[in-house]
């Protein structure tokens, strides 16, 4: 069996989801599934890279688009961090219905490892959890009350394909009283799987001390790295995508399932 990545759709609540599957070498009982960040496309540089390493280890590797955002379908309303949860169900559902994985890994970077978090503390199926940057609280200050003013905020991502051009979204105000519901901090304790967390020394969106709060909060076996020379949107440098990930490789390298680090 050689390694492949095959693009599927996956059955969630709004509408099907637009995923890739990266397939090992051999057959595998390791499950890894990667959530963007906010309105990222799975097909950004460090996800797909980042899939291509962890399949290279044994993993069958997830990367997908939650739903109303870039191919998957339902609307950008349901755009929400509760549907995003149940996106994560119904891919975690599909692959256990393909094989019977025995050890998950669920990670993301910025709000996908927020996600990610919330979702581990609410289902003890999760066997690791991998926090790149991870943001954590509700959304507060000038940005959240013009936001509500307006009752919709615009924002803009790169194509994977080329960074010169842009889609649009325009993301209603109730995005933000959902999110309200959520806090990656508290629910950090609840989690009883090994935790790995990463932060960028020169990320100005999710300040490492941010994400040291979740750390703290967090229980044993439990990881903090912060990355040198490392901002938010590392995925633009090719020399910094290798390096994260090879970072994150050497700490799944030194766990064994049910040992600490």
Known sequence: ?????????????????????????????????????????????????????????????????????????????????????????????????????????????????????????????????????????????????????TGVSVFQRDLPSDKEKKIEFRVPFRHVLDRDQYDAVRDAKKIRSPIILIAGELDDLVAPNDVKKIFDNSNEPKKFLVISGIGHDYRHNDSEVAMVNRRILEQLKSIQIGKQF
């Not at 959530?35 to 980042?50: E, T």
């Open 1 to 149: 069996m050689t390694m492949k990545a095959i693009r599927t759709e996956i059955a969630s609540s709004k509408g099907d989801l637009s995923t890739v599957i990266h397939y090992p070498k051999h057959e595998t009982e390791r499950l890894a599934i990667l959530c963007p960040g906010y309105l990222d496309s799975k097909d950004y540089k460090h996800l797909v890279n980042l899939a291509e390493v962890l399949s290279k280890q044994g993993y069958t590797t997830v990367r997908f688009e939650p739903t109303g955002t870039w191919e998957s379908e339902g609307d950008i309303s349901d755009y929400t961090v509760t549907q995003y949860l149940e996106d994560i169900k119904n891919i975690l559902e599909y692959m256990l219905r393909q094989s019977k994985y025995k050890y998950i890994l669920l990670g993301g970077h910025s709000r996908g490892g927020q996600v990610s978090i919330l979702y581990a503390a609410r289902d003890q199926r999760i066997s690791l959890v991998l926090g790149i940057m991870p943001s954590s609280g509700p959304i507060t200050g000038q940005r959240r009350k013009e936001w509500g003013k």
